[in-house]
């Protein structure tokens, strides 16, 4: 079990960046995925990041190239780095940590990118 904290949301101009954090209860080194998804309101959540325990990592068509999933195992900290922001990235992030098959969310942050 875990529980998550995601912080580094808010508003930023088209063409911005951001960067999110999300700080875990406990060791994440053998978390087996740490991931980041977002959601619109009335829509379903998407997988936008993920990173393995073994470092892999894979991107939502979406923001591949743009954004960038990291983690500091000493921090117990995952980290989205979003650049290059555009108003369809608006939505609330979620962190979310698969362990034993199990899915474990955040409360959310929500990112809004308007001029």
């Known amino acids: 079990q875990v529980q998550l904290a995601e912080s580094g949301g808010g508003l930023v101009q088209p063409g911005g960046s951001l960067r999110l954090s999300c700080a875990a209860s406990?060791?994440?080194?053998?978390?087996?995925?740490m991931n980041w998804y977002r959601q619109v309101v009335g829509k379903q959540g998407v997988l936008v990041a993920r990173?393995?325990?073994?470092?892999?990592?894979m991107y939502a068509d979406s923001v591949k190239g743009r954004f960038t999933i990291s983690r500091d195992n000493a921090k117990n900290t995952v980290y989205l780095q979003m650049n290059r922001l555009s108003p369809e990235d608006t939505a609330v992030y979620y962190c979310?940590?698969?362990?034993?098959?199990?899915?474990?969310w955040g409360q959310g942050t929500q990112v809004t990118v308007s001029s």
């Open positions: 990173i393995t325990s073994g470092g892999a990592t």
């Open positions: 979310v940590a698969t362990i034993s098959f199990r899915d474990y």
């Open positions: 406990r060791n994440i080194s053998s978390i087996n995925s």
